[in-house]
């Protein structure tokens, strides 16, 4: 069983910088690829950034390129998404997920399989 823990989401105006954590436990971290996703009220859960275990490839959706950026610590077993020049369309529930199959990164969260709780972030205008 693997436990991810997200952290660092809050309200933050426009324009502002947060970075979230998610720490993982319970597997073997540096052979998964990592996602971050987010949901926001009434609306599916959309894919926002992943990378693989090396670190060596990103992905990100067109609407956080340039914007955001995902790192990862496997000495720390944790993944990290530094977020900046937030807009009031990012106010959402931020996941971060584990992929233990793919060794590219995957947009579907049909493909990953152990997700943390959410941390909120709200971006006032």
């Known amino acids: 069983q693997v436990l991810l823990v997200e952290s660092g989401g809050g309200l933050v105006q426009a324009g502002g910088s947060l970075r979230l954590s998610c720490a993982t436990s319970?597997?073997?971290?540096?052979?998964?690829?990592m996602g971050w996703f987010r949901q926001a009220p009434g609306k599916e859960r959309e894919f926002v950034a992943g990378?693989?275990?090396?670190?060596?490839?990103?992905q990100y959706a067109d609407s956080v390129k340039g914007r955001f950026t995902i790192s990862r610590d496997n000495a720390k077993n944790t993944v990290y998404l530094q977020m900046n020049a937030l807009k009031p369309e990012d106010t959402a529930v931020y996941y971060c997920?584990?992929?233990?199959?793919?060794?590219?990164?995957?947009?579907?969260?049909?493909?990953?399989?152990?997700w943390g709780q959410g941390t909120q972030v709200t971006v006032s205008s």
């Open positions: 990378l693989t275990w090396s670190g060596g490839r990103t």
């Open positions: 319970g597997g073997t971290f540096r052979r998964y690829t």
């Open positions: 997920a584990t992929d233990g199959l793919s060794a590219v990164v995957q947009t579907s969260p049909k493909d990953y399989d152990y």
